[in-house]
């Protein structure tokens, strides 16, 4: 007998993630249940049709992107599920602000933790670089067989280092390599948080008033790229309430900016939109607690000053009524997947900012590895076999890899 690995989705696809590893005695580990990313907010029974969800299993969420953990609540109520500590403190999070909750418990590890067991499963997280914070490679050994999962990651972020530490030492004799493969026959652009910073410096140097930047809260490598711009260039780093949640819930016990006496750069707007969104969560002591510190702001004092500003397609009315609508004396920057803009949606911040005359553009990195960092981590780990998922071109990949072992969505597959 060995073990046995099946993709239920991954295998052509990004997003959506769900692997299982299945051990001696019927024991399984799911490697993330996620969200696919083309299904509609309120779709449900998205869980893959080839899980089993009448066995036992144990469930670890690589990190808290919810392409890798949001079918979480139709998970089976008795399975044990794992994360970091960070993760899940994300994944409650994201769950809130939808209008949910999670209430099942998630048992954590922190990341300097050491390897821990789910039955005959030796689970060893390795911290990696990825634009969700507190993301996980995960090595899994089980009887003298040894499975390397490397979740999402790059090596061009602020944790990038992390990376070329494994690249550099790599664990031993891995069967497996299940490796994602998002940037295959892609051109997203892949520079670093730093040359993105300097991008950033130089857009608000030539900017006379602000600088509007639509990223992701949870993106705290971008948050921290933002905020670093801000303070060279004599600026406040403006963020709204949902940032400034992630920040005091996600960044606390680290160096990364939250709003506070530390970090007097860094402001919190207030606007109707945040105050409903927090009212619906039943949290309206938080929006007190911002609203009368002294770190917070409004639209009307940012019409006269001159800032790094957080904003989202939902708060460009709210800005407009407040008075800090676009001007061309404004920027607008894009920081995020090119895929989640629409240019023809005239609602949209982008379609604002160009009606108005603002210098609307693009400025972002890709939160995945791209084609020369994939050949370099898989030609370090040296696995006997690598899987392929997490990817749409592996066909064609234009890279040398490791000796690939194909498998379809739902394919077992023994290893040998």
Known sequence: MTLTITVHRGTETIGGSCIEIAG??????????????DAPREATGLLPDTLDVNRPATVIFSHGHMDHWGLIDEIPSDWPIWAGEKAAEMMRLSSELFGGSITRPIMTWHSRTKPFSVGSFEITPFLTDHSAPDAYMLLIESHGRRIFYTGDFRAHGRKAKLVERLIGSPPKQIDVLLMEGTNLGTDKPVITESELEDAFVALAMETPRHVFVQWSAQNLDRTVTLFRAARRTGRKLVVDLYGADVLRRIAEGSRIP???????ELQVIITPGGKRLYARQGREDFVTDMATSPFATSRRRLANDRAIIMLRDSMARDFEHGGLGFTPDDAYAFSNWSGYLDPQNSNSAWARAQAAGANALKLHTSGHASPADLTRFAAAIAPKVLVPVHGVAWDNPAIPLPPICRLSDGEPWNLP
Do not use: W
């Not at 001696?24 to 990313?37: Q, T, V």
């Not at 939250?258 to 007097?264: A, I």
């Open 24 to 37: 001696l005695n019927g024991e399984r580990l799911i490697l993330d249940a996620g969200r696919p990313l």
């Open 258 to 264: 939250k709003p506070g006496p530390e970090f007097p």
